[in-house]
């Protein structure tokens, strides 16, 4: 059984992935025959601090993203949000301080993404450093368990005889597991980023930017800057104690943790406002400097990507994935040993199961996706897309449905949910959203109109997961639908993408384009510059059976430019077209010890 609501009676058109537009810019738009394109413009009065002789592109780029001179750019620790403005942060700074002195034994329950497996490994790494006695960590099984702490899994902190209970990426909403532990005796500290709920855990401590007491400015905060805050501040909690002269241990430091941090941040997509650009510019500079875990070098080699010259995105898109791979299909245990490994073998060893299990995630991910791309080609014509899609199939694996969901989600341009059977009786689903509509928010909406629906859910603003009964599904389909109705706009449903504008003349240069590659850190909220414009095309030609290779001639230079489109639709291309929009991506290309310009083409649409 697939399943799809399908209501209405307008033509499904065929949507492209979508750029959250900056607050900074006012926007000027052209359309297409099927894409919006936004030229991002800025208004007359906006602060212009950059100094004369700074790149005139780079400052436009920068200030549309609310940048507006040089000394937001320095991306200096001393220029991190301070630890003190986090509610209850020195509170769970003092539990974990006695445990530490008193030699009791903490245990860490983590999550199965990549976020949770950072967080748990830097709290590993950072309490064995200050001296508490064997931290130990259970990441619950998805398959089994679920998400978040559950009374279940306090049963196994307990056959670990745990004092302290620390939650790593979870927590916030674990109401019951927080009991549990507290009734078996058990310190609790909630270390979470997500939305709490209307009512919070009976935890001793919780730290989260997100709780309604916190001042922390930076709420965009992934669980891994959550941890790497706590244990900063456990940090100066021992050191006001002398804790590490008596116990004849080196005092850590914290920026030793930056590369973790980093790759938590970027994997788990939080927006780059100023203090997450901070950790992971910084975790950068560490793994391109040769210092970061021997695990995150093994997964970078094994991806294809030299360490000196990685970017945000590679974190991204070639770490992220394999070690997220792990929680989607076995155990998430296999990355954070990885990662925890001292030994340049052991990372590579635990970095090739990753790579394998990758493979495998993407040969189940593309079958299922097949499968709902194919429940959208059976609609009749002059059927119409619900608001907020749901999908579901019997057989579809519970660890990719996310990834599924954004997938449709980018197809389809509407927030999309996909459901996988958890058991007889229950559906495991995860949402993705598109700017503008809080997934979260819709589903507490959800909870509080049909309270019978939701066994539980949360999440962020565009992204969340949930628990239903599988009879409830068709009901549950319908009242989300219906509340996206209520929440959309026309203009939020369609495709659009967000550019930069026109390059200069000038700036088709490779001394701009490394310029741009280590401008960044460029990522969620804070994107990638891209480019539009017209070129002539003097070849296409197909690579790697899906991918468009271009060879283009830019009018105001008549220079020579390669351009390659990934995953082009090849029932347009190659065709005869003498001239072509692109919105693009200024690349180097190397290969064989030469650099060349290369254009990465996001969209292409033919002139003439």
């Not at 006012?26 to 906006?46: A, F």
Request: glycine share 8%; aromatic share 8%.
């Amino acid at each position: 059984m697939l399943a799809v609501v399908i209501r209405g009676a307008a033509k499904f058109k065929r949507k492209y992935v979508t750029v959250a537009a900056s607050p900074y810019f006012k926007p000027t738009y052209y359309k297409d025959s099927y894409m919006r394109i936004i030229q991002r413009t800025l208004p007359d009065d906006l602060v212009n601090d950059f100094p004369a002789h700074f790149p005139a592109t780079l400052s436009r780029i920068y200030r549309s993203r609310g940048v507006t001179g040089l000394k937001e750019l320095e991306y200096k620790l001393a220029s991190l949000e301070h630890p003190k403005q986090f509610f209850d942060i020195d509170n769970a700074a003092g539990i974990l301080a006695d445990a530490v002195e008193l030699g009791q034994r903490i245990v860490i329950v983590g999550d199965f993404d990549a976020d949770g497996a950072t967080s748990t490994t830097l709290g590993i790494l950072a309490l064995t450093a200050m001296g508490a006695i064997e931290p130990q960590y259970i990441v619950p099984n998805r398959f089994e368990y679920g998400y978040g702490l559950t009374p279940e899994i306090v049963l196994l902190v307990q056959e670990l005889e745990a004092d302290v209970l620390v939650t790593v990426d979870n927590g916030i909403a674990s109401l019951e597991g927080v009991a549990a532990a507290k009734a078996a005796g058990m310190k609790v500290i909630v270390t979470d980023h997500h939305l709490p709920g209307d009512t919070l855990p009976n935890a001793d401590a919780i730290v989260n930017p997100n709780h309604p007491d916190c001042g922390f400015p930076s709420k965009a905060l992934a669980g891994v800057g959550v941890i790497f805050y706590v244990m900063s501040a456990l940090r100066a909690q021992l050191t006001q104690r002398q804790w590490f002269e008596k116990a004849h241990i080196p005092r850590p430091n914290m920026s030793d943790y930056l590369d973790i941090v980093a790759l938590g941040t970027v994997a788990d997509v939080v927006p780059l406002d100023a203090n997450n650009r901070i950790l992971v510019q910084q975790g950068l500079a560490r793994i391109q400097s040769g210092k970061a875990r021997p695990g995150i070098l093994a997964l970078l080699e094994i991806g294809g990507r030299d360490a000196s010259r990685i970017k945000a995105t590679d974190l991204g898109f070639v770490v992220g994935p394999r070690l997220n791979a792990a929680g989607r299909l076995d155990d998430m245990s296999i990355g954070i040993e990885c990662l925890l490994a001292e030994q340049t073998m052991l990372a590579r060893s635990y970095a090739e199961q990753l790579d394998m299990l990758n493979r495998e995630r993407k040969a189940i991910e593309s079958d299922m996706k097949q499968q709902a791309e194919r429940s959208l080609q059976d609609l009749e014509t002059g059927s119409e897309l619900p608001y907020g899609m749901c999908f579901y199939k019997e057989d579809w694996h519970q660890g990719v449905i996310g990834i599924l969901a954004s997938r449709m989600k980018e197809k389809c341009h509407r927030p999309v949910i996909a459901f996988a059977q958890a058991d007889e009786e229950t559906l495991k689903g995860s949402a993705r959203s598109i700017p503008g509509v809080h997934i979260r928010d819709a589903l507490d909406l959800l909870a509080k109109r049909h309270p019978a629906l939701l066994s539980k859910f949360g999440g962020h603003a565009m992204a969340a997961g949930m628990s239903i009964k599988t009879e409830d599904y068709p009901a549950f389909a319908k009242a989300f639908d219906d509340i996206i109705e209520e929440w959309v706009t026309p203009e939020q449903l369609e495709a659009t993408l967000y550019t930069d504008g026109a390059l200069a003349a000038q700036d088709f240069s490779l001394e701009f384009a490394e310029q741009l590659r280590v401008a960044g850190p460029w990522g969620q909220a804070f994107p990638e510059p891209c480019f539009d414009g017209e070129f002539e095309l003097l070849q296409q030609r197909i690579v790697g059976e899906k991918h468009l290779k271009l060879t283009l001639r830019d009018p105001q230079t008549s220079m020579l430019i390669d351009g390659i489109h990934f995953f082009a639709d090849l029932t347009v291309w190659p065709n005869t077209a003498q001239r072509a929009r692109l919105v693009y991506k200024l690349d180097i290309n190397e290969f064989r010890g030469q650099r060349n310009l290369q254009l990465m083409v996001d969209h292409i649409e033919p002139l003439s």
